[in-house]
Each structure stands twice: as structure tokens, then as C-alpha cells.
């Protein structure tokens, strides 16, 4: 069909929702559409400059079109959906998502097992998942077997192999974590118990259990069994800090899906939570590739009723940032929230789809080999602390005193990860009296990057205090007052437990003790701290020169410098005999030392008396 061809067509396509196919040379669909107005969708393809080449390269290839009218925008959207899972042409976008993530599978046997797998096989069983996790999924199956004798071996458990004796006992019965089903010590029925508890948990119905275990712990403690009592005391304090740890909104808020967006010029990242009784119970991240010049409202349907469909959601109420171009079927309660708990869910799927499209960044650069290991370490840096930027430019800063004495300050400055030594600065604190960290971190900060905008100089992407939330607070002072604070991200670091503060946060975050990006802040503050206990120690022993042999007159620098070669400190050098001082400074410059010291031993005598 030639251009001719497809103009007779699409000028006669009807006003009316529906879906469109464009067809390549061979017959193969190549893009599946959906439209609010069918004529108006398809013609725009034939009449506009479209400025993405893809765009382009797509309608060189398009021979010929067809067309199904729908009676809604949602129809048109489930119909979409449909195609292209059915056709995957090779222009729609594509959902790459998290295959490799494990799950939590309920197997449907016998005397069911519980365990990780990442292979997600249709067999009758219950999975759970997928984890983004690792650590928590293997955390959950851990805690499982430690509340209930659930059994790990994989024998075929039929009530004929067990009548029939084929199974012997293992460790696990005889250190009390199974209770030998296989021996038919134990009843389906009571094991069923425990696999009915394991998804009440899986599903967040967490105080069902709870609610169970406390039952179980009164009886035990009404007959006088006070170590099995123990035992089930154990096992709720166990789930209790599971629950505490998963908890993250008012319990209110159940059967809810969340989803976040974020975005690149190579694809959109979307973040799904699954909310029960204010947990956690199932998170999912996926890539969307981008193939033309899509925008994420237009997607943004799509996406959802995959990811529902994928992981057998049924809930009811969907939180989305933003209204989507077409509609989502009317039995989905829609909400877009401005604040209270159901927008802090929705915050923290968005940070979770930023945080999955900076590893989906690092692994593009990864496989390009663009990246040293210092970019990756600052990639990393800049994921924890959700920056804009790749922080190329550090500078750390750090205070020190001795009882409020020759109070000085160190700002140390990395570029590219490394130390750039030339750009070190020090600081003699001016306007500040005593010891007061929190009002000479506030000067110190103010100098320097009001020395830095008067000369035009490169601002730093990320600026380190030694310190905890005052530090870091009389820091952000600075930098609102010259109007920086919305421009470079700021954060301090705690020694005791090397806590991360960051500016308007109540809570602090803490890194793994092994990230490299934790250890290149812990390196920024040890530097720092070096290089102003150094000028520290300079300033003291400049001061103490001055007080004590600078007074003296005759003794210059080299004299003084003779004097604690030989005696080592001012008290040796008062101390010493007149014949030791006149072998080293002659007999004119050790007479005016020694009679200045001694003239002041007795004055201060004489004032005692």
C-alpha cells in the first residue's frame, strides 16, 4: 500500500475511541496504539514534523493500518494492553522489569515447604514477591522457621510413604525445629496451622499472628508450662520487631497499591508497593524502554495494569503523583494524595523509582565501560543522598580547639573522589569567643562561600560537616544567607555510630558500614580533622614562641630555634645553667636570657611575699 493509499485510510477512519496497528513491507505489526479520537491520533503520524528520529524511522516502515473501534477510552486502553503482550511489536515500549528477584513460594505438596526461588514456575503454588531484597526475603524465611517446626527436607510426604515407614528422622526434629511429619509424629491439620500463620504474614495480616502467639503463650502459662511459654515470648518479640520494621504508615491504611514514575531520555522507571495494614508486603521496580517519543502520562495505564496483572493484585484503590492521559477501569479507586500517610507512601515509592533508575544508570555506564571506580563510588554517593548531580566536588570542613584556645577551622576539598591538595584552605576563627563549635562552623562556612561568589569561583556539588545536627545546622544558617541552600546538598557525619544528618530530616541515615560512598565521607572527615589539628598545632607553637622568647630582647629566630634543638621545651631553657646557655648563644645573648628569667622568678617571689 503506498502513501496514497494509506491517506484514503486514515482520512476515513471514524471520530471514536479505539486501537490502531501499523503493518511493515512483511506483515508484521509494528506498533499498536490506543486514541480518545482515532482520525485525529493516525493522521497526526502522516502530517506532523515529528523532531524524534525514531518517530521517523517508524513511519518510513508503515505500509499499511487497521484499526478496532472500542466504546471507551478504557476499553481502548485494556485492548491495547491486550495486543501487545499478544503481538510485542517492535516499536511499543517494552517492560523490563526485575526477573531476577527472588521469591517467597509456598509449595503446593504435602506438608507444604517455604522457601526462596527466583524461578517462578505455574504449579498450584502460592508465591509471594518478587524481593528486591535479597537479604530480606532470606530474613523472612529465617524468621518463618524459628516461629514454627516447618520441615526443610524434600520428600514426597504421601500418607502411603509415611504408613509405609520411608522416612527416618534428621537433625532438624532432634534440635526441636521439625516435628517429623515425616514419621507421622505430626497431623496435616497441625501443620497447616503454621503454613496458615506464614501467609497471614506474608500477606501483612500480621496481627492475626501476633493475636494467635498470645493465645498460645496464656495456655501455656495457665498450666504452669513457663518454658514453652518462653518459647512463644520469644517468637513475639521476634515479630514484633519484624512488624515495627515494616510498618511505615498509620495501620489504617490497607489493600492499597502505590505506584512512583521517574524518568530519563532512555526509558521510565516505575516503583510498585503493595500496602496491608500499614506494611509493606510486596515491592516491585521495572525499566520501560523508551522506543518513540512517549510520554509518561501515556503509559503510565499500561504499566499499572501490567504490573496489577503480573503480581495478581486485587486491590481496589490505586495511589498514583498524577492523573494519567486515559482513564483506568471504574472500578479502580483512583487517589492522588497532598499529604497525611497515604503521600508519605507515595514519596517513598517515588524515592525508590529514583533510587532503581540510578542503578539502571550505573549498570548502562557499567556496560558501556565509561565508568573508573571512583565515578562509581560517587554514583553511588549521589543515590543515598537522592542528589541531582554527580558530587565532582567536595569540600569537608572541621573545627578545632583546645578549651576555647586558638580556635581554627580546616576545609579539605576532593575533586573526582580524590584529595585536590592545592584547594585545601585554613581558617583562623575571627568573630567567635571561647569554644563554640556551632557558631564557628557558622563563620567558617559563611567566608568561604562568600569568598567563592565574589570571585566567580566553582561552587562544590556536596559540602561535608564533622559533626552532628548543631554543626550541621549553624552550617545551613551560612548557606541560607547567601542563598545557596536550595543549591548544594549539605549533610554532617557523627562519629560514634557514623551517623549521616541532613538538613530539615529528624531522623539520620545510615549507610552500610562497607559502602564504599560511607568510606569516602569517613575519609573527607579524617582528612579534614588532620589538616586542622595540624594547623592547630602550628598556631599553638607560633603562640607560645611569641609569649615566651619573644619577649626577650636579643634572642631572634635562630637563637630560639638553637634553644629547643638542645633543651626541648621553655622549661628546660629556664632551667638551664648560665654556662650551657653562654656555650650556645655567646655570653651577651645567654646573659640577657638568663637575667630575664631570673628577673622575673624573683619579681614573682618578691610579689608572692
Known amino acids: 500500500m503506498g502513501i496514497r493509499d494509506l491517506r484514503e485510510k486514515w482520512t476515513i477512519l471514524p471520530e471514536q475511541p479505539g486501537v490502531y496497528q501499523f503493518y511493515d513491507k512483511k506483515g508484521t505489526v509494528i506498533y499498536i496504539g490506543k486514541a480518545k479520537n482515532l482520525k485525529k491520533r493516525v493522521a497526526s ?23 478496532t473501534v472500542v466504546k471507551t477510552e478504557t476499553d481502548a486502553l485494556l485492548l491495547e494492553n491486550n495486543l501487545i503482550k499478544k503481538y510485542r511489536p517492535r516499536y511499543n515500549v517494552l517492560l523490563k522489569d526485575d526477573k531476577t528477584y527472588p521469591w517467597i513460594v509456598i509449595k503446593k505438596e504435602p506438608f507444604p515447604r517455604v522457601f526462596l526461588t527466583r524461578h517462578f514456575v505455574r504449579d498450584g503454588s502460592e508465591y509471594f514477591g518478587p524481593y528486591t531484597s535479597t537479604k530480606l526475603a532470606r530474613s523472612l524465611v529465617d524468621m518463618f522457621h524459628r516461629l514454627f517446626p516447618l520441615r526443610t527436607c524434600k520428600h514426597h510426604l504421601t500418607e502411603k510413604n509415611i504408613a509405609q515407614k520411608k522416612f527416618k528422622v534428621c537433625l532438624e526434629y532432634h534440635i526441636k525445629r521439625c516435628k517429623a511429619p515425616c514419621t507421622g509424629q505430626e497431623t496435616a491439620e497441625d501443620y497447616n496451622r503454621y503454613i496458615a500463620q506464614v501467609r497471614h504474614i506474608l500477606k501483612g495480616n500480621l496481627n492475626e499472628v501476633i493475636g494467635y502467639l498470645k493465645n498460645e503463650m496464656k495456655e501455656y502459662a495457665q498450666t504452669m508450662a513457663f518454658e514453652n511459654a518462653q518459647i512463644v515470648k520469644e517468637k513475639l518479640d521476634l515479630l514484633s520487631q519484624f512488624q515495627s520494621k515494616s510498618t511505615v504508615v498509620s495501620p489504617t491504611v490497607h489493600n492499597v497499591d502505590v505506584f512512583g514514575f521517574d524518568s530519563d531520555k532512555y526509558s521510565f522507571y516505575v516503583n510498585y508497593l503493595k500496602i496491608n495494614n500499614g506494611a509493606i508486603i510486596q515491592t516491585h521496580s521495572a525499566e520501560i524502554r523508551r522506543k518513540l517519543n512517549e510520554t509518561i502520562a501515556e503509559i503510565l495505564p499500561g504499566v499499572v495494569l501490567e504490573i496489577r496483572e503480573k503480581l495478581n493484585s486485587t486491590s481496589t484503590e490505586i495511589i498514583l503523583p498524577f492523573v494519567s492521559e486515559y482513564p483506568l477501569p471504574s472500578n479502580l479507586k483512583i487517589v492522588i494524595p497532598q499529604k497525611g500517610d497515604k503521600k508519605k507512601l507515595l514519596d517513598l515509592s517515588m524515592n525508590n523509582a529514583k533510587f532503581f533508575k540510578f542503578d539502571c544508570q550505573k549498570q548502562r555506564l557499567n556496560r558501556q565501560g565509561k565508568t573508573t571506580p571512583q565515578q562509581r563510588i560517587l554514583a553511588q554517593l549521589q543515590q543515598e543522598l537522592q542528589m ?7 569540600e569537608c570542613f572541621d573545627n578545632s580547639n583546645i578549651q576555647g584556645t586558638t580556635p581554627v577551622a580546616s576545609c579539605v576539598v576532593f575533586k573526582n573522589g580524590r584529595p585536590a591538595k592545592k584547594d585545601y584552605r585554613k581558617f583562623t576563627i575571627k568573630t567567635v569567643v571561647g569554644a563554640n563549635d556551632f557558631a564557628s562552623m557558622e563563620e567558617i562556612v559563611y567566608r568561604r562561600y562568600k569568598r567563592l561568589l565574589e570571585t566567580q569561583a566553582p561552587l562544590p556539588q556536596l559540602i561535608v560537616v564533622d559533626g552532628g545536627k548543631g554543626q550541621l545546622n549553624a552550617a545551613y544558617k551560612s548557606l541560607e544567607k547567601l542563598g545557596l541552600a536550595e543549591k548544594i546538598t549539605l549533610i554532617s557525619i557523627a562519629k560514634r555510630l557514623e551517623e549521616i544528618f541532613i538538613p530539615n530530616h ?33 598556631k599553638r607553637s607560633k603562640n607560645f614562641f611569641q609569649s615566651e622568647l619573644d619577649s626577650v630582647k636579643g634572642i631572634g629566630t635562630q637563637s630560639q630555634q638553637r634553644l629547643y634543638k638542645t633543651f626541648k621545651d621553655i622549661n628546660s631553657i629556664k632551667k638551664a645553667p648560665l654556662e650551657e646557655l653562654q656555650k650556645l648563644l655567646g655570653k651577651s645573648r645567654a646573659g640577657l636570657l638568663y637575667d630575664y628569667f631570673h628577673r622575673n622568678n624573683k619579681t614573682s617571689s618578691t610579689d608572692k611575699d
Open 388 to 394: 541531582k548531580t554527580l558530587p565532582t566536588h567536595i
Open 506 to 538: 529528624p531522623l539520620p541515615l545510615y549507610l552500610d558500614k562497607r559502602s564504599p560512598s560511607l568510606k569516602l565521607i569517613q575519609q573527607l572527615r579524617d582528612e579534614a580533622h588532620r589538616f586542622g589539628i595540624t594547623f592547630h598545632r602550628q
Open 45 to 67: 503520524y502522516f502530517t506532523k514534523q515529528h523532531d524524534h528520529a525514531k518517530v521517523r524511522i517508524m513511519v518510513s516502515h508503515i505500509v499499511d493500518l487497521s484499526y
